[in-house]
T-cell receptor, first 115, second 111 residues
């Protein structure tokens, strides 16, 4: 099983809403990532979790709040977003952060629209 | 800083070979990757090459690495319409903590 599953696939939310994006993998990977991808742009790293601990936050605004409840799950809690936050949010996992064999597997993404 | 450059567009006819080029800056990258993204979808890992290799072949895909020039290429033999997508070259960040992507090359295959 080399699958990273993200839910929901599409999300439309108002600027005052609170919502969560979910990501799950069962490959035994200990590193999980959130990337943000705007249209016609490459993915940009937001957060990295290593062994369920936040190891990198790429200066992401606090209206995005990641959570890693266990080694298989990664959430991204959203609150008070702006229309410019509309994008494809991609989750990825790899065996571990850094070192050998760090190939990352990506989910299909959640397409978020903030209205 | 780290940077990955790609040409933005490539158009080929069905059955021809496609060659997508990429240059990168971080000579310490252990692995270099090619990802494919179809419209509205996530990223699919196509192949990767270890930095001490010159070439890697996987069915219709051939990756060439020129470490001296920091140049990576992806050749797709017998290109099909289903190969139409955006192809991202990626290297590991200097700290090895995440991927740095190029801007992506849009491959258009006409029949």
């Amino acid at each position: 099983d080399t699958e990273v599953t993200q839910t929901p696939k599409h999300l439309v939310m108002g600027m005052t809403n609170k919502k969560s994006l979910k990501c799950e993998q069962h490959m035994g990977h200990r590193a999980m990532y959130w990337y943000k991808q705007k249209a016609k742009k490459p993915p940009e790293l937001m957060f990295v979790y290593s062994y369920e601990k936040l190891s990198i936050n790429e200066s992401v605004p606090s209206r995005f709040s990641p959570e890693c409840p266990n080694s298989s799950l990664l959430n991204l809690h959203l609150h008070a977003l702006q229309p410019e936050d509309s994008a494809l949010y991609l989750c990825a996992s790899s065996q571990r952060v850094g070192g050998m064999n760090t190939e990352a597997f990506f989910g299909q993404g959640t397409r978020l629209t903030v209205v | 800083g780290e940077d990955v450059e790609q040409s933005l567009f490539l158009s080929v006819r069905e059955g021809d070979s496609s060659v997508i080029n990429c240059t990168y800056t971080d000579s310490s990258s252990t692995y270099l990757y090619w990802y494919k993204q179809e419209p509205g979808a996530g990223l699919q890992l196509l192949t990767y090459i270890f930095s001490n290799m010159d070439m890697k072949q996987d069915q219709r895909l051939t990756v060439l690495l020129n470490k001296k020039d920091k140049h990576l290429s992806l050749r797709i033999a017998d290109t099909q319409t289903g190969d139409s997508a955006i192809y991202f070259c990626a290297e590991e960040s200097e700290a090895g903590t995440a991927l740095i992507f190029g801007k992506g090359t849009t491959l258009s295959v006409s029949s």
